[in-house]
Every structure is written in structure tokens, then in C-alpha cells.
């Protein structure tokens, strides 16, 4: 069978819709057929017609640790919140890292994950880890470069996405005043660290997030040991940063619809507590307290919750720290103050298990950053074959509003009575 004349004697509009509903995985196969469709599937028309469908759909991926090794698995976020056919969702499986390494997670943009991890099967012997970024959907991995360093220091790893240039680039701080570096992902030229000048030294205290082309991360001056939050423009490589005093409560930074949010969820007695600070204008420096309380009822339970993330909806995800039978994210809707608990299945071993669970919100395939390598990373096998039970379930829980405070205490507002 000639494939180019099969594609010839089809529209090619109607041909990028049909391969436009495909996943990642079997694009990257079918442009190993021929030249034709090699060049077709790559084309600027199709790749964004491709983001466009996937960002209708996007998922929510998270990685499952146990027993030495670390699975990926995404499965659908809700789009309809009174739709009961969305209440049990199917975890598909992508790919897993095998037990000689183990990914110390560093961030998450744009559809790549940055950590560090130990590679027995890439690194020789006495190289101990390796900076890699990696998209967990495909397989595709990039490997950074070493850097040699003087001395034993630690590493924060920074991965952050310029959207006018379409260019990822990983900024690296060591746990000193100097030796501090950017790599350029994508280019043409062999990878290779540059150094970088802090305007002010500083030890990061958390993961970093990147949101519309700056990445944030929180930290601390070397100085005047005071807290501060790093505004690191990724295109024109530029510092600026943030002081606020309540940054000693943000347990980690999330994106919330577009803007920078610093986050604290505690689990006290029979309530879970969420406080959000919003940074309303970065050059004022002005914040936003939201405040709120969850009672620990039928769709939040007992399980210890964390925050994976705010999806494109405005939607607050909550998930479980560890594997359970069953296992569910919670999303929490502010607009219609609203809690969905979606329950996950699926028949992997590694979901039979309490093991621990790391989640990323809103995941979207795309296929224009095409900048790593395309043999896997690590062992894959087949996509589970999922069975779903349609069972009716308790998903909707309605209750008072998250408020606005503007108070600087420590307590909460808007506890719910049950």
C-alpha cells in the first residue's frame, strides 16, 4: 500500500482532523512511515491544530512512587460537574522509570517535568545523579549536561518556558553566593550551561512555577536572612523580587488563573484549612487573602489531601497523598462554591498499592517542542485496558463561599457548620 497516495486522494484539512484526534504517542510513530508523512504531521498547520484539540481535553497527569520505582498516569479532569458519567475516570498508563533510578521532582511547565534523579544506566558509576527534563506522556527525555564543580554544593534546578520565543530554558542555583547557571533548551548548538549574576545572593526554599513567561520560586537572602519570592523573567533573563511578611506561611506556589498564588492547607481536628494569597499587582506588591474551611464530610473523607494545582476552569484540585482503594481527586469550584470528588481506577499494580502520589494539573500535549530525544527514557509497556464501573455517587457538595479577608491573623473565616 502506497501511503502517499492514500493521503493524496484525501483533503488535507480532513486529514489533520483525523490525525488530530490521535495521541502523542502514535503521531511520533506515524511520522516514522514515510518522508509525506513525516513532513505533513510536523507542519505548523497541523501541530497547532493538534494544541488546540488537546487543550479542549487537557488531563490530569500524576506520577505514583513505591518499591523503587515511578510510574506515569494521566486520566481526564471533569468538564461537566453534574454529569455523573464524570464522577469514575480511567488512569491510563504511560511509561516508568525502572529501579536504578529515582526522579527527585523540581517543577512542571508547559508539559515538561525537571528533576533530578539517580541514572546507573546513563550516568557511569561515580556520577551519582543527572538533571533531566522529561515529557512523561511520550517518553522523550533530555539529559543535561554536567557542570564540574569545585566543591560539594547543592543544586536547585529551575525550568521555566519564554511563549514568545517558544523556548524552555532550566536555570540552575547552587547553595552559595556564586556559580550560578541557564541552559537554553532547543537549540540548534550543542547544549551548554552559561553563567548567570544574582543581583542578590540567595538559597531557594521551594519548587519553582512558571507563569506566563516568569518563573517564581520562594527564598531566602544570605544577607538579612529574610524571606523573599525570585520573579525570574526566562526570556530577558532578568531578576526582579517580591518581599511580603506571610511568606513564612506559603507551604509551596501554584498558578491561580494567571496569577501568582502562595498557598497553605492544614488538616486540623474534623476540618481541612486552605488559605490562598494572590499577588494581585507584582509591581505594587499587593496581595490578596482568601481564606477558607472544608468540613471532612463524604466527598473530602478522612485521607490526608494536598493541593496538586488551580486547572483552567478555576478549579482548586485536591489530592490524596497516598494510593487508596478507592482513590479520588476533589475539585473545588469558588464560583459555584462547589466540592466534585472524581474517582480514579485503574488495574496496575502500582495502583493496588498506598504508595505515594505527586500530581500536575491541566496537562496538555503538544507537539511543537520537539527538543529531546526521541528513545525512551525508560521502560514502557502497553496502555492499560481500562473497565469502568458507571456507579452513582455522592459528587457535589454545595457550601458557603470562599471569602475574601483581609485580615493579617492567623485564623480562618467562612467555617463551615455541618
Known amino acids: 500500500m502506497n501511503g502517499g497516495e492514500n493521503l493524496d486522494s484525501i483533503p488535507t484539512d480532513l486529514t489533520f482532523e483525523i490525525f488530530s484526534r490521535l ?49 506515569f498516569y494521566s486520566s481526564p479532569q471533569p468538564h461537566n460537574p453534574y454529569d455523573e458519567s464524570s464522577l469514575v475516570v480511567a488512569a491510563d ?34 556520577k551519582d545523579s543527572g538533571r533531566v527534563i522529561c515529557n512523561p506522556i511520550t517518553g522523550q527525555y533530555a539529559i543535561l549536561p554536567e557542570l564540574i564543580k569545585k566543591c560539594q554544593v547543592i543544586e536547585y534546578s529551575f525550568l521555566g518556558f519564554d511563549p514568545i ?32 549574576k544574582y543581583p542578590l545572593a540567595h538559597k531557594p526554599l521551594c519548587k519553582g512555577i512558571c507563569i506566563n513567561g516568569v518563573l517564581y520560586y520562594l527564598a531566602r537572602s544570605f544577607g538579612a536572612r529574610s524571606d523573599m519570592i525570585v520573579c525570574f523573567d526566562v526570556r530577558s533573563e532578568k531578576f526582579k523580587f517580591v518581599e511580603y511578611e506571610r511568606l513564612c506561611f506559603f507551604q509551596q506556589l501554584i498558578n491561580y488563573k494567571g496569577k501568582l498564588c502562595g498557598i497553605k492547607l492544614a488538616h486540623v481536628d474534623d476540618v481541612i484549612k486552605l488559605r490562598l494569597w494572590v499577588l494581585k499587582d507584582e509591581e505594587k506588591q499587593e496581595w490578596l487573602k482568601y481564606v477558607n474551611t472544608f468540613p471532612k464530610n463524604e466527598v473530602l473523607g478522612s485521607c490526608k489531601f494536598s493541593v496538586a494545582g488551580v486547572n483552567a476552569r478555576g478549579e482548586i484540585v485536591f489530592l490524596e497523598y497516598k494510593l487508596s482503594k478507592p482513590f479520588y481527586a476533589v475539585y473545588f469550584n469558588p464560583d459555584s462554591n462547589t466540592l466534585q470528588r472524581v474517582e480514579i481506577q485503574g488495574n496496575h499494580e502500582m495502583l493496588e498499592k498506598r504508595n505515594t502520589v505527586y ?16 528513545t525512551y527514557a525508560a521502560t514502557s509497556i502497553s496502555p492499560l485496558e481500562q473497565k469502568l ?30
Not at 500530581?359 to 526521541?374: G, Q, R, S, W
Open 93 to 126: 498508563f504511560h511509561m516508568k522509570f525502572s529501579k536504578d533510578m529515582w526522579p527527585d521532582f523540581r517543577g512542571f511547565t508547559s508539559g515538561l517535568l525537571n528533576f533530578s534523579s539517580k541514572w546507573k544506566s546513563f550516568w557511569p558509576v561515580h
Open 389 to 418: 464501573k458507571r456507579t452513582a455517587a455522592l459528587s457535589t457538595n454545595k457550601f458557603d463561599a470562599m471569602c475574601l479577608s483581609d485580615d493579617d491573623d492567623d485564623e480562618f473565616t467562612g467555617v463551615i457548620n455541618t
Open 359 to 374: 500530581a500536575f494539573v491541566d496537562y496538555v500535549e503538544d507537539l511543537k517542542f520537539n527538543i529531546m530525544k526521541t
Open 23 to 71: 495521541p502523542t504517542k502514535s503521531i511520533g510513530r506515524f511520522r516514522c512511515v514515510s518522508k509525506l508523512w513525516g513532513s505533513m504531521l510536523r507542519c505548523p498547520d497541523f501541530t497547532e491544530l493538534f494544541l488546540t484539540r488537546s487543550s479542549a481535553r487537557p488531563r490530569l497527569l500524576f506520577a505514583v512512587e513505591g518499591d523503587g520505582e515511578c510510574s
Open 165 to 196: 520565543d517558544n523556548q524552555f530554558k532550566v536555570l540552575l542555583s547552587m547553595d552559595c553566593k556564586i556559580n550560578n547557571h541557564i541552559l537554553t533548551l532547543g537549540t540548534h548548538e550543542k547544549m551548554r550551561w552559561r553563567n548567570i
